[in-house]
């Protein structure tokens, strides 16, 4: 079980200043986003947006409903293209979503038809066996360390062994985002994408996950982007907070409004000062309470 | 309280007494009526009697059709023997063939629905043309079917397919259509290519829907299958219906009636008994 072991130490470049001593793992130069349907104007969704993250950061995006919060995630991820400029991964624009990138969607995060332990197997077997490698007599042995590692990572995202043999409507939606967040981190990506990953969740078992991305952030120092409508669970998460706005009318597309570091220590004074600014920035109509969120005090 | 309520909770037996009181008033009224015409004609065709049409099915599962050659040693062949040699299996068999043939050729119809609806190209290639000819009512191309291919068994399956694939592409197309992007998405990020993808995520999650709709399309393969069989075919189900109307043997027809229903219904059961087996999660789900 040599590759359940995920303490892989935090990146020193994370506590640097961003942009400063490495290339960026991510690079969004001057990204606008329009959608168009023929015989009517485009709609301007992201208006020349340029961000630079770096391996390592854990960045929350945060902002009100259809600021195009998942729409930077889509460009991330590559699902979708900018109307101009360009998004690099690891200095190389991308064509289609690939392994470098995990996904953990709000919704649909696991394939129904498999069970927990074949969800988070999928991805090693699909890469390291394939369609041609299934007919193999070693594909028995691959199978079974592969289910090895796979229930190391469904014990450390806290579901038991049993759990395992479950499909997946059969979860609750906690335990469905626990696994989704192993099937993703058994591939090992370079960036983790989260879109709003916990927002369907109740909000005792919200701060069990959140807890849970922080530490797994820790330890494994993937970098992660995850985007939220949430400012204290952007704060709580996160060691850099993405807030993007309108500054103009609707017409004009959002952009970052602001762009702040996170204090190490959730227990920071100026913890709470940066959620208010934040709010009043991003969310000039206020922000949605905690209580109907779950996010706990930052 | 009223037997009106979106909340009643019927019971058991009154679940089952409901369910079989359709049948049984159907069967009483039959036999009624049947008694009553034997009674003022002795000789009726129309309604033929219990014992008349249990001695029709027993002729048709034991004896060859009149039109086929007798063996000379029939009477002493088993029992086993005597029901292969028969009319009913023989028409059976040659009805199933048919239907099986046709059933497999629908196969390719699924995998065509499913990459039009994966491959954006594939799917501006097929749709509109596919569209147009489910439009088409296929019996309307039995003429040309039979002059094209003839009066073969290539005509009546063509028929079926030309009457049914159409839709199975459509319904394979839209419920690829229907999958999740996420699931897709989450397939490359996963590692996997496009076909890995088609087959191993999008496939595999719609095939018991697919499977649900060529269950629901049954009947129409039968409808067609009869159509070909009734208008060009020197055996099966329904060309000895078709064959017994003109001499008025309805003693023969209503079996052959309720055994094409029985097999039908049995192989809507297996279906679905064979999703449920192999698709757990769908139905639960």
């Known amino acids: ?298 | 309280m009223s037997i009106l309520q979106i909340h009643a909770q019927p019971s058991r037996t009154t679940v089952w007494i409901l369910s079989w009181f359709l049948f049984a008033t159907g069967v009483v009224s039959y036999f009624w009526v049947s008694r009553g015409r034997h009674l003022d004609n002795p000789d009726d065709r129309v309604m033929p009697t219990l014992r008349q049409m249990g001695r029709a099915f027993s002729d048709a599962t034991l004896k060859p059709a009149e039109d086929d050659e007798v063996s000379a040693n029939a009477d002493q062949q088993s029992l086993a023997a005597k029901i292969r040699s028969s009319m009913l299996w023989k028409d059976t068999v040659a009805t199933g063939r048919r239907f099986l043939i046709s059933m497999a050729l629908l196969f390719p119809a699924v995998l065509l629905g499913l990459h039009m609806g994966m491959f954006p190209y594939v799917g501006s290639f097929f749709l509109r043309f596919v569209l147009f000819f489910d439009k088409i009512v296929a019996l309307s191309l039995l003429p040309i079917l039979f002059i094209a291919f003839g009066i073969d068994e290539l005509a009546k399956v063509m028929l079926i397919v030309v009457g049914v694939a159409p839709t199975i592409v459509l319904d394979s197309f839209n419920l690829t259509r229907s999958v999740p992007k996420e699931q897709i998405v989450k397939g490359f990020t996963l590692g996997a290519g496009d076909f890995s993808i088609t087959y191993r995520i999008v496939l595999k999650q719609i095939w018991p829907r697919v499977l649900n709709s060529i269950r629901l399309n049954l009947k129409a393969v039968m409808l067609f299958l009869f159509a070909g069989e009734m208008i060009a075919s020197q055996d099966g189900l329904a060309y000895r219906i078709a064959l017994l109307r003109r001499h008025m043997g309805m003693d023969t027809i209503i079996p052959y009636v309720l055994w094409v229903a029985l097999l039908l219904f049995l192989v809507d059961f297996g279906m679905r008994t064979l999703n449920r087996k192999l698709h757990p999660w769908f139905l639960e789900a």
């Open chain 1, 1 to 298: 079980m040599t590759r359940v072991v995920m303490a892989r130490t935090i990146l020193d470049e994370k506590t640097l200043p961003a942009g400063l001593s490495t290339p960026a793992m991510i690079r969004i130069q001057d990204v606008v986003v329009e959608y168009g349907q023929p015989g009517k104007p485009p709609k301007r969704i992201l208006n020349g947006v340029s961000l630079d993250i770096h391996s390592g950061e854990f960045v929350s995006i945060v902002g009100q409903t259809g600021c195009g919060k998942s729409t930077l995630l889509r460009l991330v991820l590559a699902e979708e293209m900018p109307t101009h400029g360009q998004v690099l991964v690891e200095g190389s624009p991308r064509k289609q979503p690939d392994r470098r990138c995990g996904y953990v969607p709000q919704k649909y995060s696991l394939f129904p038809d498999r069970t927990v332990l074949d969800n988070i197997t999928f991805g090693l077997e699909v890469t390291e066996i394939g369609i041609l490698g299934s007919f193999s007599p070693a594909r028995r042995v691959r199978r079974q360390e592969f289910q090895l590692e796979a229930l190391g990572y469904l014990q450390r995202m806290g579901l038991r062994e049993s759990d395992a043999v479950k499909y997946p409507h059969q979860l609750s939606g906690g335990m469905q985002q626990r696994v989704a967040i192993a099937q993703a981190l058994i591939m090992r990506p370079k960036i983790l994408l989260m879109d709003e990953a916990f927002s369907a969740l109740d909000p005792g078992t919200r701060a069990g996950m959140q807890r849970l991305i922080k530490d797994l952030w820790r330890e494994t120092g993937t970098t992660i982007l995850f985007v939220t409508h949430n400012p204290r669970e952007a704060m709580m998460l996160a060691s850099r907070v993405i807030a993007l706005g309108r500054r103009g009318g609707d017409e004009d597309g959002a952009n970052i409004v602001l762009d702040l570091p996170v204090p190490e220590s959730s227990d920071d004074p100026t913890i709470a000062g940066l959620v208010q600014r934040v709010e009043q920035t991003a969310f000039p109509g206020g922000a949605e309470s905690d209580e109907q969120t779950g996010a706990p005090e930052a």
